[in-house]
């Protein structure tokens, strides 16, 4: 980490005529879905209903079923795929409604975000509220908005075919890319605040953010393998994995960079592994924070920051002693994405203030 210099504080004019505040709302509000729908994908793959749906219909299927007939029609499109033939044969359609339910409100959710999104955004447009240099940031959002619907849907058909369960690899690019759009909502937000007091930060500070924050992203990355390989279900101990500090099945794959991604053992190693990374770096970044650039102004973010860190591996450690119930996965998954959006919100602070 970069050494911290001294900050000075100076005061910054805010903005007379705040035409931007309903912007910024929209945009917190697309971030608040945004999060809903993490929090909702979770509970859709933790109860095992995310290859309920077959088909990607991206208009008719916002309509559910409302006969019997429609709803045969699903569960034997169902009965199709390895997941009901491998795992849930034993399912009929009343049981199959329940998973069926959680994937359509998560699919169902996404269509609201993009009508959310797209609506306002043309009134803002008409209004005259978005300078042009607002505009296509905004509606390169959108894009990838709809690029994560898409996402969505590849990952999603991985799964209808030979596999019991959706690739972790395309999981992980689902999760990714849900969490780059999360941040950028938050940054496009906060860059449009009016401008406040501040006490600025050394480069050196700044770039010990930006690094904390990818330590975060790359775990978060190395979360969503863990979650595509059930990996939290097996080696439920801590600090030990089974009485191990070093698995030794952590290489039994050859080639030996196919553990990484592949191995159960090894994705669960490498996740505790970042997860200490992280306390470690996030400890000393704190500690430096006390001194310079301290916790005034836009630096109140620190000992947040710090103490949701400290709250997620608490979570993270009830989660897999208690074999991944629920309520907990969801609520670990939630918690790195307000991590990541305190963050970036952090960054976009800081970068106001030195404008």
Known sequence: ???????????????????????????????????????????????????????????????????????????????????????????SVDEFKSIFWWEWIHRFLGRIIGLAFAVPFVVFLVQKRLTRDLALPLFVLFVLGGFQGALGWWMVSSGLTELTSVSQYRLAAHFGAAAVLFGALIWVARSIEPQGRGVL??????????????????????????????????????????????????????????????????????????????????????????????????????PLIGAMVAAQVLLGIATLLLVVPIALGVAHQVLAFLLVGAIVAYLADMRRSIR
């Open 201 to 302: 930060a050394s480069p050196g500070w700044r770039r010990s953010v930006i690094g904390l924050g990818g330590l975060i992203f790359l775990q978060l990355i190395a979360g969503a393998f863990v979650a595509g390989l059930d990996a939290g279900y097996a080696h439920n101990t801590w600090p030990t994995m089974d009485g191990e500090w070093i698995p030794a099945a952590i290489g039994q794959l050859q080639p030996w960079w196919l553990n990484m991604f592949e191995n159960i053992t090894t994705v669960q190693f490498q996740h505790r592994m970042i997860a200490y990374a992280i306390v470690i770096y996030a400890a000393f970044w704190v500690w430096r924070g006390m001194r310079a650039p301290g916790f005034k102004g836009v630096h109140g973010w620190v």
């Open 1 to 91: 980490m970069s050494t911290v210099e001294l900050n000075t504080t100076r005061a910054i004019p805010g903005r007379a005529d705040d035409r931007l505040r309903p912007v910024r709302i929209w945009l917190y509000a697309i971030a608040g879905l945004v999060l809903l729908m993490v929090a909702i994908g979770g509970i859709t793959r933790l109860t095992g209903s995310g290859l309920s749906i077959t088909e990607w219909k991206p208009i008719s299927g916002a309509i559910p079923p409302l006969t019997d007939a429609d709803w045969q029609a699903e569960f034997e499109a169902y009965q199709r795929i390895p997941q009901f033939q491998l795992e849930n044969h034993w399912m």
